[in-house]
């Protein structure tokens, strides 16, 4: 039975100002799923140095399955700063491990195993990557949930990348600030309800997820939309805050939930995510 909730894509390290963590969209979604009782697996690759066996070590000590390859190129760094609200920016360093995922049989066989995978546009940077990503979803049963968390980093990005996502996604993820890069790219107007739903339609979507950091999240499927605001904590930062949000709401939906019910599971995983240091 098709069990497995695939991260597939970036891992690497988050340079924070106070050390680094263990990061990258796709892991820290397998690792929230796992928090909250899914099978999440991470797959992505490493190079043959220090840092990779720190991110195999850190990821057994975590308890998170995983699927990593180790290539010939160096382990993925990340300078992060924050800024006063706790809010973080990126710069990614490029030609890493993570930018050339080979495909084989193995990873195969693991999707053939998935009930849900997620992927985003940015380790579709690199035509490596980018080719095992296609070839992982096309291995994948008819069943499986296949989410497309945008998540757009600095100017690797293209409207090829988006669209060639959408078109074989079931869940779009999308933060207020992509939206206003992607509404305009795409065509697409109106206020946020409108725009979900101008998406929706177009590409055949089940739901189309859009967070709006303070001022709370807003899901739209078919048949119904769903708004709620932030969960008030204290917080440390938001780093990886949305992967723990789009880990909810995949594993109430794949349970059953109601859209409501995996909205809600979605926003409360993204406070309790906000309330520590990193993103895992």
Same mark, same amino acid.
């Given at each position: 039975?098709?069990?497995?909730?695939?991260?597939?894509?970036?891992?690497?390290?988050?340079?924070?100002?106070?050390?680094?963590?263990?990061?990258?969209?796709?892991?820290?979604?397998?690792?929230?799923?796992?928090?909250?009782?899914?099978?999440?697996?991470?797959?992505?690759?490493?190079?043959?140095?220090?840092?990779?066996?720190?991110?195999?070590?850190?990821?057994?000590?975590?308890?998170?399955?995983?699927?990593?390859?180790?290539?010939?190129?160096?382990?993925?760094?990340?300078?992060?700063?924050?800024?006063?609200?706790?809010?973080?920016?990126?710069?990614?360093?490029?030609?890493?491990?993570?930018?050339?995922?080979?495909?084989?049989?193995?990873?195969?066989?693991?999707?053939?195993?998935?009930?849900?995978?997620?992927?985003?546009?940015?380790?579709?940077?690199?035509?490596?990557?980018?080719?095992?990503?296609?070839?992982?979803?096309?291995?994948?049963?008819?069943?499986?949930?296949?989410?497309?968390?945008?998540?757009?980093?600095?100017?690797?990005?293209?409207?090829?990348?988006?669209?060639?996502?959408?078109?074989?996604?079931?869940?779009?993820?999308?933060?207020?600030?992509?939206?206003?890069?992607?509404?305009?790219?795409?065509?697409?107007?109106?206020?946020?309800?409108?725009?979900?739903?101008?998406?929706?339609?177009?590409?055949?979507?089940?739901? *189309? /997820?859009? +967070?709006? @950091? %303070?001022?709370?999240?807003?899901?739209?499927?078919?048949?119904? &939309?769903?708004? !709620? #605001?932030?969960?008030?904590?204290? *917080? /440390?930062? +938001?780093? @990886? %805050?949305?992967?723990?949000?789009?880990?909810?709401?995949?594993? &109430?939906?794949? !349970? #059953?939930?109601?859209?409501?019910?995996?909205?809600?599971?979605?926003?409360?995983?993204?406070?309790?995510?906000?309330?520590?240091?990193? &993103?895992?």
């Amino acid at each position: 039975m098709a069990d497995k909730i695939i991260g597939l894509g970036e891992i690497l390290w988050d340079m924070l100002p106070t050390g680094k963590a263990l990061g990258g969209a796709p892991a820290n979604f397998a690792y929230h799923a796992t928090r909250l009782g899914g099978a999440g697996v991470a797959v992505s690759a490493v190079g043959s140095d220090v840092l990779g066996d720190e991110i195999v070590d850190l990821l057994a000590e975590k308890g998170l399955a995983a699927h990593i390859e180790r290539v010939t190129y160096p382990t993925g760094t990340v300078a992060v700063t924050l800024d006063e609200r706790g809010v973080p920016s990126y710069e990614i360093c490029e030609g890493v491990a993570w930018d050339n995922i080979p495909y084989t049989y193995a990873m195969q066989n693991l999707a053939e195993d998935a009930a849900a995978v997620c992927f985003g546009s940015l380790a579709q940077r690199s035509e490596v990557s980018g080719t095992t990503i296609q070839s992982f979803i096309a291995a994948l049963p008819p069943a499986c949930l296949k989410v497309f968390d945008i998540n757009l980093r600095q100017h690797y990005y293209s409207q090829e990348i988006i669209e060639r996502s959408l078109q074989i996604a079931d869940i779009l993820k999308i933060n207020d600030e992509e939206m206003e890069i992607v509404a305009p790219m795409l065509g697409v107007e109106g206020d946020d309800a409108a725009r979900c739903r101008a998406l929706l339609s177009r590409y055949g979507l089940q739901a *189309v /997820v859009l +967070t709006r @950091g %303070a001022k709370g999240s807003l899901v739209v499927s078919a048949t119904e &939309a769903d708004e !709620r #605001g932030v969960v008030d904590v204290e *917080v /440390v930062d +938001t780093v @990886g %805050a949305g992967d723990a949000f789009t880990a909810g709401f995949v594993v &109430a939906w794949l !349970r #059953g939930d109601t859209l409501a019910e995996a909205h809600k599971l979605a926003t409360e995983s993204s406070a309790y995510a906000c309330t520590l240091k990193g &993103a895992m």
